[in-house]
């Protein structure tokens, strides 16, 4: 998904949980959230709410494929010590 709104781009970089977002795209957020923040806390019903936006199976697994891809390739950054681009956030 593409978003063609930089207002909304800013918003979500600044604070996700207060941006303009879906009920979709909060559902995907805050899955993303919870499994980069605390990967061993996750558990079969934090697929519930993804299933009723309407992800299906296959997106699920597209969906922890990426976030797992983003966390492992930044933890390989921050190990190598590579320097975060200017336009990021913390």
């Not at 559902?27 to 959230?33: D, E, G, M, P, V």
């Not at 921050?78 to 320097?83: C, F, Q, T, W």
Request: with cysteine; charged share 25%.
């Amino acid at each position: 998904m593409e978003i063609n709104d930089q207002a909304k781009v800013e918003s979500i970089m600044t604070d996700w949980r207060s941006a303009p977002l879906t009920e979709r795209e909060h559902a995907l957020c805050l899955y993303a959230a919870k499994l980069t923040a605390t990967p061993a806390a996750m558990n079969r019903n934090d697929l519930t709410p993804l299933r009723e936006v309407g992800l299906s199976d296959e997106s699920l697994l597209d969906l922890v494929q990426v976030i797992g891809y983003f966390n492992y390739i930044n933890r390989v950054a921050d190990a190598l010590g590579v320097p975060a681009e200017d336009n990021w956030k913390n």
